[in-house]
């Protein structure tokens, strides 16, 4: 079983940036199946509003592990889309070129249907770059000013057609968020977010299609046995299951 | 060989979930190597009070005897006594639990100390379920929240002579609790970080650690795996796999 895990944090909180904990987490990932990591950088090391400089200081980081391990880590580039257009055309152009990045990360800095987000789309289509879009339903979380709830996620990927957008979390977006993922095919959903809540990848592959979904954990936030095991535990046939596990993924960042 | 020391049976109104008859879920769970459950009814958290779906529980496990019925109890009910007892008269039950954030009673309810004391006299050990589901994900008009911790710690201090299994907890709970309470158990069904059994065991003895799949809200399959591709020594998986759970509840 090969495995790319779409959404990973191998620095979280400072843990992590070490040489020695960076083979640990390739062993571990290793021993799981897991043969490559989009790592999305320490997002909230330094609040949901990073500075410049605090963004191109997470963004170096994950930089130093897919230095440490080239053929294991694939880069996204953690922005702050309210720094203004100049802040992110710099920082996307200087994780491309520089480090090789594949995409770009947003947390909760803004809603992704502001003003501010066109220029990360604008840069994302420039440089051939996959967004993937932090996103959970605000139904019970009242925090829509920042956070995105599926229904903004959706609109930014109905906005965009040309560039591809990962909804992350899946369980977190629930059966509402699966809703308005329909009928986009440049949106794609991740499975991280929260405990293995039974059927809700069962509903998504249904309503979806396995060909919209990719593996996702979220670690270290998350046990990889568990989100592994949330997928082999889904009623999916070996193609569907090898869709969302590895092929998706390596079709989406052309592995 | 895996106890699994959460289970349920019955309809969960807020996800479409499979309902499985006791045969069913006994398939079902050793499909994914669990021999052995302790089952409740999820009617009994929505009904006015828990015993028709106790009773409902009874007769659906009469004949899968490795289901073991834990009867859910309301102690701010007027009447516990009287289900308690008509629980015990009905099953060879080992164990009861309590729902309190869903049943509308803090952990300082008065009522809790006889009642503890009757459990206790009854041979039998109490499960407090702290939370069935990420309350961010709740349905939208309701509001129940997970129990708060302090209010478990303050519980357990009163109670210091009982051993009580606590199920639900997120595993910094776990964690914070173990530092100054050592008479309770846990289930796992709610903790979770990378590594998360090798994280946990340095803060609590395995011996009181317990699988639990919160099956079916929860992919059993996956909470299965959290224990059973754990990097630690095989007699400390089967401490949290099986032995706790035969030791607590006297299996
Ligand atoms: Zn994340």
């Known amino acids: 079983m090969r495995i790319i895990d779409a959404h990973t944090h191998p620095v979280f909180m400072h843990d992590g940036a070490t040489p020695a904990a960076a083979r640990r987490l390739v062993a571990h990932g290793r021993a799981h199946g897991i043969v490559k990591m989009v790592a999305l950088g320490d997002v909230l090391v330094h609040g949901r509003l990073p500075s410049a400089a605090q963004c191109r200081r997470i963004n170096d980081e994950t930089a130093q592990l897919k230095r440490w391990h080239p053929d294991y880590f694939i880069g996204f580039c953690c922005l702050n889309p309210t720094l203004g257009a100049r802040a992110v055309e710099r920082e996307v152009e200087r994780c491309v070129t520089q480090h090789g990045f594949r995409g770009i990360k947003l947390e909760i800095s803004n809603n992704a249907r502001d003003a501010c987000m066109g220029a990360v789309m604008a840069a994302a289509r420039r440089w051939n770059l996959i967004v993937l879009q932090h996103t959970w339903s605000q139904t019970n979380i009242h925090q829509r000013r920042f956070h995105s709830d599926p229904a903004d996620t959706a609109w930014l990927a109905r906005r965009h057609p040309d560039v591809s957008v990962i909804m992350a979390h899946l369980t977190g977006c629930g059966y509402r968020g699966v809703l308005e993922a329909k009928g986009l095919p440049n949106l794609f959903v991740d499975t991280s977010g929260a405990f293995p809540e039974a059927e809700i990848l069962d509903f998504a592959v249904q309503e979806l299609g396995a060909e919209r979904i990719l593996y996702g954990s979220d670690l270290p936030i998350r046990e990889t046995s568990v989100t592994v095991g949330r997928v082999l535990g889904a009623h999916l046939t070996a193609a569907q299951r090898h869709l969302i596990l590895h092929d998706n993924a390596a079709k989406l960042f052309r592995l | ?177 173990a530092a100054t309470h050592e008479n309770f158990s846990a289930d796992i069904a709610f903790a979770e970080w990378l590594n998360t059994l090798a994280l946990l065991t340095q803060k609590i003895p395995a011996r009181r650690l317990l699988l639990g799949t919160n099956t079916p809200l929860f992919d059993t399959r996956a909470q299965v795996d959290k224990l059973r591709l754990a990097r630690l020594p095989a007699k400390t998986l089967a401490l949290i796999g099986s032995a706790n759970a035969a030791r607590l509840f006297g299996l």
């Open chain 2, 1 to 177: 060989m895996l106890i699994d020391a959460n289970v349920a049976l019955g309809p969960w109104p807020f996800a479409p979930l499979p309902e499985r008859t006791a045969p069913q879920l006994v398939a079902y769970l050793k499909s994914h190597g669990v021999n052995r459950a302790l089952v409740s009814h999820l009617g009994a958290i929505f009904l006015p009070e828990p015993m028709p779906a106790n009773r409902a529980l009874f007769a659906a496990v009469r004949r899968t005897p490795t289901l073991l019925p834990v009867p859910v109890i309301n102690p701010a009910l007027a009447t516990w006594r009287e289900h308690l007892a008509a629980c015990i008269a009905a099953a060879p039950i080992r164990a009861v639990k309590i729902i309190p954030a869903y049943h509308n009673y803090s952990l300082r309810l008065p009522a809790l100390a006889p009642f503890v004391a009757a459990v206790n006299a009854a041979g039998l050990r109490l499960i407090v379920a702290t939370r069935l589901e990420d309350e961010r994900h709740r349905y939208h008009a309701l509001a129940v929240k997970g129990l708060p911790v302090a209010q478990l710690a303050a519980f357990l201090a009163r109670f210091p002579a009982t051993h009580f299994v606590c199920s639900g907890l997120y595993k910094p709970e776990i964690e914070t609790l």
